[in-house]
């Protein structure tokens, strides 16, 4: 890509750095990343010696526009970096002088003796060097914390005068990628993740974020029972005094973006403005935006009617569908979808309304399930002369499996029977 703009690129071979030097990702403080930044050094003193100016920028910096311009606003200077909480050696100018040179040696006698990151070496040094440096404006080269508090998602962002964006602050490329999708700044189609025609999608509309990390958890089994590729739901902020009504999955758990739940899904899973990419079959698109949006419940409304105010929904006109279900949700969703043919598969939620509201009638009937046991404890220790705490202790532990289990296999059966449709 470089080379079509006509810029010179030269690609240094890794047998050059002695050692063994991965080129796959690696995650932010681990051993193989430290390595690599020790190697960054190296070679931007390399190209320094040679007397060229040197740009470095972490793979994670997207440039929106030429930043050379901007830095001459700083002449004589010999680091110009992105600020971070202070200095971020992730994008930095460099000018070949004397005491830029020396102060990289410093560092890289530094960076041989202790496990420290190469960006905190730098931070400690500086202060107590004869060197110029300067940092940017975080309006204009933001990090990852400073931009996402902007931004969640592409139609947030308008007109701004950015130069870069630095996609730190959140741990790993899956991570990295995530965020870069939600703000349609992944412009690429690996192995046809976008435009493959024959892969089947499972959607679903509501995500209860209380509790976000069980329900991604429900929604990664059902993709798997099914052999579906999981697209995200749509989530709203956590925090109600954010200026967002919608955050992305990495501001919703901060550096992990749920990464640990995600990795579980056996066929990968998509960014919830999925069906938004360029790249995405117009046929995959329409089925999106039209297809029936299937809810379980053990009480349906035929009038009741659901319509998405997710933006990346704004286009969507899908009907409703209400099944009858008296079991768990997760169990008639399954087994429905295994019917169904359509490449995309559309629920309404994880889990029935009842399901993720009736949290007082929950608490009733275990208060009434633990009164009737300890009332029976009390019949018990009366016939087998027992006492009345142990006698409760002892019922309780034995069958709190089994009422449980029958909380969960009733918890729809006092419910009048449901219409479809």
Known sequence: MLKKKHIPVVFLDPAYFHGSFQDSFSDYGSSEFNFKMRMKLELVKHVLENGFNVLYADCDVTIFKNPFPFFKKYPGYSIVAQQDETICAGFMYLRPFRNTLDFLNLVSQKLLTTDA????????????????????????FPSGGVFFDQYQYYWDRREDELYIFHNNYVIGKRNKELRMREMHLYVVDVDGEYSDPTRKYLTFEVADNSNLEAVLMKMVQMANALNRTLVLPPTRCADFTARWVWCNMCSMQPLQCYRSVLDLANNGYRESVFFTNAKVPKDLKYEDAHNAIHRFDSRCNPAYAYRSTFPAHRQHRNPTVCHACRGSTSYCETRFGYRQKERVLKFYSVWRVCEQTDEAKYSFRRRSMFSFMEMFSRIVCSAMSMDRDTSFSWFSGSAKNALNCWYSASVSSTEPPASTK
């Open 117 to 140: 990151h190469d960006q905190d070496i730098i931070v400690s040094l500086l202060p107590m060097f004869p060197l110029k440096y300067a940092l940017l404006p975080q309006n204009r």
